[in-house]
């Protein structure tokens, strides 16, 4: 309990130090005519939708589209990996993530996104790094605590990998993939029982998710990318 609470301290400090990060990097930011912009935010719009729909190509080229009007938009970009993550090409994905992040170093989508697809390559040390970066700017993150589990279980530090669950946990105690994580690092340390307890706990919460996103016609999935 004494470690959780400490963690909690240190996520409210952070938070605090990033809300400031953000105002000073964000202050000057130049902003797009009035027009253009409605026209961006239309297309950003269409390319989340289409993302959620499991429409990865078709969310590209929206986001390109928005692009061709605002080559530095931030969210194009970060939505335009994102869409290039799900379909695998991580590569192409960590480029544009590097021009944002030379756009907005502080931007930490950016920087969970960048370490979402270097897991996926097996480069577990550059992950952390990146993660590293994101929990500063944005400490309530439950996907840049449960990412970083995911890359100490497969560094072996399996002890490191349940806190950072946990932490995830205390964020979102639904989270199914931080359960998970937790579950694979406990039946690497022999605890199986303790191992299908979270196990259950992230099929339980995959069923409640998955329940709500049927009622409102969400896609189920969607949640471990926001």
Request: hydrophobic letters at 45%.
């Amino acid at each position: 309990m004494k470690k959780l609470i400490i963690a909690i301290g240190f996520l409210w400090l952070a938070f605090l130090l990033s809300t400031e990060f953000y105002a000073a990097q964000n202050s000057t930011a130049e902003k797009p005519s009035a027009g253009k912009s409605s026209d961006v935010t239309i297309l950003l719009e269409k390319g989340e939708d289409l993302f959620l729909s499991g429409e990865y190509g078709a969310s590209i080229q929206a986001y390109e589209s928005a692009l061709q009007l605002d080559s530095e938009n931030i969210s194009a970009l970060n939505g335009k990996a994102r869409s290039l993550n799900a379909l695998g090409e991580y590569e192409k994905a960590l480029l544009i993530l590097n021009r944002t992040l030379t756009l907005d170093p502080y931007n930490a989508f950016a920087w969970r996104e960048n370490a979402w697809a270097l897991n996926r390559m097996g480069r577990y040390k550059e992950a952390l790094k990146c993660l590293n970066q994101s929990v500063l700017i944005e400490p309530m993150s439950a996907v840049a605590w449960e990412e970083r589990g995911w890359a100490l279980n497969e560094l072996d530090f399996y002890s490191r990998a349940i806190d950072n669950a946990n932490l995830a946990l205390l964020i979102d105690s639904q989270f199914s993939d931080a359960w998970n994580v937790k579950g694979y690092a406990l039946e690497s340390m022999g605890l199986s029982a303790d191992a299908e307890t979270a196990y259950a706990n992230a099929r339980a919460a995959r069923s409640e998710i998955s329940k709500a996103q049927e009622a409102t016609g969400d896609v189920i999935g969607a949640k471990t990318r926001i």
